[in-house]
Every structure is written in structure tokens, then in C-alpha cells.
Nanobody, 127 residues
Framework: VQFVESGGGLVQPGGSLRLSCAGS????????LGWFRQAPGKDREGVAC????????YYHDSVKGRFTISRDSAKNSAYLQMNSLKPEDTAIYYC?????????????????????WGQGTQVTVSS
């Protein structure tokens, strides 16, 4: 499945953005959908992951209470609502899906997968 991410931009600290990603084909509910980010000079990390079949969700500690992941299965799409944005949220954001648990998707997947990522969408939080 190929994904196209959108919705990034420049926002002031404390602001909000809603990211979207559209998959090229149907994503089964037992697949974990995840949002990831990579800041300059840092490794890619899992931000939020969701698996619809069992309702499990994982959030990186740094975004808990601020970000919300959701999906629309009918549209093969996933979303990331980001509130109370901080400068340290600045990164390129990507989405992906795989037949994994949410923990494996958010923690192991970004380490294991070097290739095949989409273009991502740039989020810059700055005053």
C-alpha cells in the first residue's frame, strides 16, 4: 500500500493541525495504522498507532493528551489531529500500515523499515 500524506504546514506554538493520509488500496482492520515523524538529525519515531480490529491505540509519551489518531476505513485514510503543538513537534510526518500490533508498529517498525516511506508532510512549529 502506498500512502500520500497531507495537511502539514507552519503553525505557531500552541496551534493545531490535522494531518491526513490516503492509502492506495484497502487497509484491513487487523492492520495497525501508524503516524511517524523524523526531525532533522534524529531517527524516525512512532507517534501514534491504531488497530481497529481490537481498538488498541499507542501514543508516544511526548504527544499523549495532545494528538489523536483516527481512521476512516471506507476512505482507506488515517488522520492525526495535533493540538497544543510545540517546537519539538517539528518534523516530517509519515503514515504507514502493517500487520502488526500497535506496539510493534510504533516502536519496531520505524527501526526496521529504512525504505518504502512516502514523501511525508512537513510540520513546522515556530513563532
Amino acid at each position: 500500500v502506498q500512502f500520500v500524506e497531507s495537511g502539514g504546514g507552519l503553525v505557531q506554538p500552541g496551534g493545531s493541525l490535522r494531518l491526513s493520509c490516503a492509502g492506495s488500496e484497502f487497509i484491513p482492520d487487523h492492520y495497525a495504522l501508524g503516524w511517524f515523524r523524523q526531525a532533522p538529525g534524529k531517527d524516525r519515531e512512532g507517534v501514534a498507532c491504531l488497530r481497529s480490529s481490537d481498538g488498541t491505540i499507542y501514543y508516544h509519551d511526548s504527544v499523549k493528551g495532545r494528538f489523536t489518531i483516527s481512521r476512516d476505513s471506507a476512505k482507506n485514510s488515517a488522520y492525526l489531529q495535533m493540538n497544543s503543538l510545540k517546537p519539538e513537534d517539528t518534523a516530517i510526518y509519515y503514515c504507514e500500515a502493517d500487520q502488526l500490533s500497535v506496539l510493534a508498529m510504533c516502536i519496531a517498525f520505524p527501526i526496521a523499515e529504512d525504505d518504502g516511506w512516502g514523501q511525508g508532510t512537513q510540520v513546522t512549529v515556530s513563532s
